[in-house]
């Protein structure tokens, strides 16, 4: 756990998969076609809680959704790629843009498709619900799956290890508001 920890302590960008990672997995279609999902609001404030402690947030999803664009917007993030089938020109255009080695970069996958990504990243995350292969192949497994808590899971190790967590949870401990981060 020791070196998990060193990992996250050093991490200054977190990507995350969508289905499977934000979500359930989940695919719920209406009557008329349209898509809906289902998102965690511990989740959204954990990637609200990296937001405030300086961290870059993005998303890279092999699907498109109206809902993913609708989520994402609404929790500020705005590196997101979606309809990515093969991920790693997102993630390489990614560091570019945000001038983040892949070394200081953690990455959140369930399935086989995301171990491109997950093999070149310094903290490579599977959720506990992930395929056997992704597991295999992650330096961390988050204790929650996915869509239930993963993100949030992702989001207190890093912070815990970058020395942030505590001075997150005594600013909601404090009866001045002033002092709270989100």
Do not use: C
């Amino acid at each position: 756990m020791q070196d998990v920890l060193q990992k996250a302590a050093r991490i200054r960008l977190v990507i995350f998969d969508v289905d499977g990672v934000l979500t359930d997995g989940g695919l719920h279609f209406d009557e008329a076609g349209r898509e809906n999902k289902v998102f965690n609001s511990r989740d959204g404030h954990g990637l609200k809680l990296l937001q405030g402690a300086g961290l870059e947030l993005a998303v890279i999803s092999g699907r498109s959704s109206a809902a993913v664009t609708h989520r994402m917007s609404g929790l500020g993030i705005q590196r997101v790629y979606q309809g990515q089938r093969d991920k790693l020109p997102a993630f390489y255009e990614l560091l570019r843009d945000v001038n983040v080695a892949a070394e200081h970069t953690a990455y959140v996958g369930d399935d086989v498709v995301d171990l491109p990504v997950m093999l070149r990243v310094g903290l490579a995350v599977a959720v506990q619900d992930a395929h056997p292969l992704v597991k295999q192949h992650a330096h961390w497994q988050t204790p929650s799956p996915g869509g239930r808590g993963a993100a949030r899971d992702l989001s207190e190790l890093i912070l815990e290890a970058q020395g942030k967590l505590a001075g997150l949870w005594a600013g909601y401990l404090s009866l001045d508001p002033a002092t709270r981060a989100v």
